[in-house]
């Protein structure tokens, strides 16, 4: 997963119903968290994640507790400063080949956050499912509670 180093916040405005937006960048992980996240989570496998939810999931993570209610794995959960952050968690169904994510990024509209997922395929070649999870994971600045929505491929801005 590209990381980028520092937090972006840029706002816009939207000429067709005058609705602000904010971008926000994932924020770089230390090397405890990220491996953890790598192992626990892998790309496309079965994660250590959402054991009892079926389908397309996202969820906004402000505690420890949050975290723990969705974590079903035996290694120790790494520290992460939830005053400062929010971990976006989640797994999205994606169609006919193997992917990685390359980028993501947060637009914040007036009432719901859009999480913007840009993947790219791993191989032209090889046997693939025909369906399978994306897993996905990311430190953004700390997010209040609202409706979270994943898109998948590129965005105008």
Do not use: H
Request: proline fraction near 4%.
């Amino acid at each position: 997963m590209a990381v980028l180093l520092a937090l972006t916040i840029t706002a816009c405005g939207n000429d067709e119903n005058d609705e602000s937006t904010v971008m926000l960048t994932v924020a770089s992980p230390n090397d405890d968290v990220k491996k953890f996240f790598e192992s626990s989570m892998p790309l496309t496998t079965d994660a250590d994640f959402f054991s009892a939810k079926d389908g397309d999931v996202c969820e906004l993570v402000n505690s420890v507790e949050e975290l723990k209610m969705l974590y079903s794995g035996t290694m120790p959960l790494p520290d992460i400063d939830f005053q400062k952050y929010t971990l976006v968690i989640g797994k999205k169904l994606m169609e006919n080949s193997f992917y990685q994510l390359t980028r993501q990024q947060i637009v914040q509209e007036d009432s719901r956050y859009v999480l913007y997922l840009y993947v790219s395929p791993v191989s032209e070649t090889g046997s693939w499912p025909a369906f399978s999870y994306l897993n996905f994971w990311g430190l953004y600045p700390k997010l209040s509670k609202r409706d979270i929505i994943v898109r998948i491929g590129s965005m105008l801005i």
